[in-house]
């Protein structure tokens, strides 16, 4: 037997930012330097590291407005600017404010919203 559906949904949702948040900071453990390199395995790691911002932009913008009002410390508005901003005007992106998003941003949220043990 199932949930209420809206539950699942939220369920589900939280499930995807949890493993985005994995990988975000498995692309950190990569490094800071690498993450910048300029090569192209550079360039894929920075095209992964926008990625992951708009994925969790994407799903973070799904979730009901009562989850979000629930948690009003959360900077809901602030990670749909990034993501338009990664999506829209790409080559004005600082990829160092990326990087940062991935390494301390990401892992908050997901502390935040009760992703991770620590």
Same mark, same amino acid.
């Given at each position: ?7 699942? #949904? ?19 453990? +990569?490094?800071?330097?690498?993450? +910048? ?5 550079? #360039?894929?790691? !920075?095209?992964?590291? !926008?990625?992951?911002? *708009? ?15 629930? #948690? ?5 508005? !602030? ?6 901003? *990664? ?17 301390? !941003?990401?892992?908050?949220?997901? #502390?935040?919203?009760? +992703?991770?043990?620590?």
């Amino acid at each position: 037997m199932s949930g209420d559906p809206i539950d699942d #949904r939220v369920h589900r949702r939280l499930d995807d930012l949890a493993h985005f948040a994995a990988d975000a900071a498995y692309t950190v453990s +990569l490094g800071r330097d690498r993450y +910048l390199e300029h090569s192209s395995a550079g #360039r894929v790691l !920075r095209n992964n590291g !926008r990625q992951i911002v *708009i994925q969790i932009a994407t799903v973070v913008e799904k979730l009901p407005a009562e989850f979000k009002d629930a #948690r009003s410390h959360i900077d809901w508005i !602030r990670i749909a600017r990034m993501r338009n901003l *990664i999506a829209h005007h790409y080559d004005g992106v600082d990829d160092r404010l990326v990087f940062s998003a991935l390494e301390h !941003r990401i892992p908050e949220l997901a #502390r935040a919203l009760g +992703l991770t043990d620590s």
